[in-house]
């Protein structure tokens, strides 16, 4: 399965992971400016990348 990660390099931790079925980029982008604004709002860099689990 893959998976959309949401990555937050400030606090060096994974906010998030999205099945990519489900969530496309957009929806993934919503959620990263809504559910973890806290993090942009602090200027912190979130990143999203793929993640692939078996
Ligand atoms: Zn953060």
Same mark, same amino acid.
């Given at each position: 399965?893959?998976?959309r990660e949401v990555y937050c390099?400030?606090?060096k931790k994974?906010?998030?992971r999205y099945n990519?079925?489900?969530y496309n980029e957009e %929806?993934?982008?919503e959620l990263v400016n809504t559910?973890?604004?806290t993090?942009?709002?602090k200027g912190h860099q979130v990143n999203i990348r793929k993640?692939? %689990?078996n």
């Open positions: 399965m893959e998976f390099s400030n606090c994974v906010l998030g990519t079925k489900f %929806k993934v982008g559910t973890h604004s993090h942009i709002r993640f692939e %689990k």
